[in-house]
């Protein structure tokens, strides 16, 4: 086997792992960031608006990391706005193609060294403590010894492979479904929106008393209409999709959500799929999905070219270069965040990073949980759900922190892993001690708190 060494080892390249690997290269680590795919950045990439970032009330509630990100994507034309969604939240939309640059050029700027198309496949453990990831590639199998990790593999496998206890699966039913994201350009926003106007009963809106303040259906749709951006979420039990779903010309969906991703190709992006898996990480489940998933691609596209005013001319742009999976392991953590953590919009004095969307549970055929945040406000992500039971040397983050079901369906977007990244790729970094064993626990909150506010993390001053 070969062997490599550093200080940190970040693994998983999706939007927690890129923010904890440059929290980490920042702060004095010797970072190697692990990726078993092609490119970073994962569903970054896809061209899903950055949900988790901006409160109902517009507040920004992630940053730091993230606004560094967003400067890149700016300076390149790649930026599209802050947008509302008139549903439920606000969130940050971009050019997905301009992010796999920008992504690359972040990580690679902070000194991190890159390891894409590496597979982690074990551990070595001494103790509580992880001493070495064993990684697959083209040059073999390499042991990459390390003193202190982060996993932000999403499904915690690092974790996992370390022995470290999970938390449960929660019913009732499957994990959220997995999907896939793709594109259309060619996309006339005039005469989308209104058709959004004259229809207000195919559309969601003003879910989250926040959000609708006071306004009638109708209201709103004039306020999605003065927005002038291709920022739609058909329901699917509005009659449009509804009917479609009867007559079999598209699949059962709660929403086709469409997002604007890049104005000069009059691009969006669109999150319509769903395919219901019991176990999402069986390697031959994930696959016969991929083959329902391209097939409603396909029919999601001609849906809307034939019934949605603006796709006439639309056509397939682009694809997720890998099926979205939205739930699977969950650390078990220090601390286990609860739904009312979530729902009450609640403040801890250990937070080290904040969430804001709803519990955003979609489930299978139409069905679908969206239950705001109280107030359109925030909740604060404290450092123990961060913290896997039974490591010394470890920080998870993004979807697989410790929490229920009901807080993992907000806290699992964008904003907020990047948030808890940041906050992980610190902790380990402050962690570093010379010819001793890392223990992540001794640094304290506080202390970590004080440097995250340094570096442009937001920890308070929010609803
Ligand atoms: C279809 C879909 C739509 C969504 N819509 C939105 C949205 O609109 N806005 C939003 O903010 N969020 C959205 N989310 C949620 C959000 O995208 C994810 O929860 C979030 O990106 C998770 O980030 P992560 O970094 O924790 O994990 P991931 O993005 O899953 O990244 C983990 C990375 O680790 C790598 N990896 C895993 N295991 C290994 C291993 N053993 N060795 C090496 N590498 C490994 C993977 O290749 C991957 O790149 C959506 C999710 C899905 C699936």
């Not at 092609?38 to 009330?57: H, K, Q, V």
């Not at 804001?356 to 549970?361: L, Q």
């Not at 909740?379 to 961060?386: C, E, Q």
């Amino acid at each position: 086997m070969n062997a490599k060494e550093c200080d940190v080892v970040v693994l998983g390249g999706g939007s927690a792992g890129i923010a904890a690997a440059v929290a980490s290269a920042r702060n004095g680590a010797r970072t190697i960031l692990v990726e078993g795919g092609p490119m970073l950045g994962g569903e970054l990439l896809t061209g899903m608006t950055i949900d988790g970032a901006i409160n109902a009330r517009g507040e920004q509630i992630s940053a730091g990391v993230l606004d560094d990100l967003l400067a890149l994507c700016r300076q390149m034309g790649g930026f599209v706005a802050p947008l509302n969604d008139w549903r439920l939240i606000q969130y940050f939309a971009y050019d997905p193609e301009i992010m796999k640059i920008a992504v690359a050029q972040l990580v690679y700027d902070a000194g991190v060294e890159v390891l894409v198309q590496t597979y982690a496949e074990d551990v070595v453990r001494v103790g509580e403590t992880v001493t070495g990831v064993v990684v697959r590639n083209k040059s073999g199998r390499t042991l990459i010894s390390a003193k202190a990790f982060v996993d932000a593999s999403g499904d915690a496998d690092l974790c996992f492979m370390a022995g470290a206890p999970m938390l449960p699966a929660e019913g009732p039913g499957n994990p959220q479904p997995v999907s896939m994201m793709f594109r259309m350009a060619g996309v006339e926003t005039e005469p989308l929106l209104r058709f959004v106007r004259e229809n207000p009963d195919y559309v969601a809106v003003g879910e989250s008393d926040a959000i609708r303040g006071g306004r009638t259906d109708q209201q709103i749709v004039e306020e999605i209409y003065k927005q002038g951006q291709p920022c739609v979420f058909l329901k699917g039990n509005g009659d449009l999709m509804r009917k479609a779903i009867e007559r079999g010309e598209l699949f059962a969906t709660a929403l086709i959500m469409m997002q604007p991703t890049a104005p000069a190709r009059k691009e969006v992006c669109i999150n319509a799929t769903r395919v219901s898996l019991k176990d999402p990480l069986a390697p031959e489940s994930i696959s016969n999905a991929l083959r329902s998933l391209v097939q409603q691609v396909h029919q999601c596209a001609q849906f809307l070219i034939r019934n949605v005013p603006g796709f006439e001319k639309a056509s397939l742009s682009g694809m997720s270069p890998r099926v979205g999976i939205r739930e699977t392991r969950r650390i078990e953590g220090d601390y286990v965040m609860t739904p009312e953590d979530v729902l009450e919009g609640r403040k801890r004095a250990d937070g080290v990073a904040k969430g804001c969307h709803h519990v955003d549970i979609h489930q299978d055929g139409t069905g679908q949980i969206r239950i705001p945040v109280a107030n359109g406000g925030s909740y604060d992500i404290p450092l123990g759900s961060l913290l896997p039971k039974g490591l010394g040397n470890v920080v998870a983050a993004g979807r697989c922190l410790s929490a229920s079901r009901e807080a993992h369906g907000s806290a699992r977007v964008m904003g907020g892993c990047m948030a808890m990244g940041q906050a992980a790729g610190t902790l380990t970094a402050m962690s570093l001690r010379q010819n001793a064993a890392v223990d992540v626990r001794a640094i304290g909150v506080e202390r970590l708190r004080t440097r995250l506010l340094e570096q442009g993390a937001v920890l308070a001053g929010t609803a």
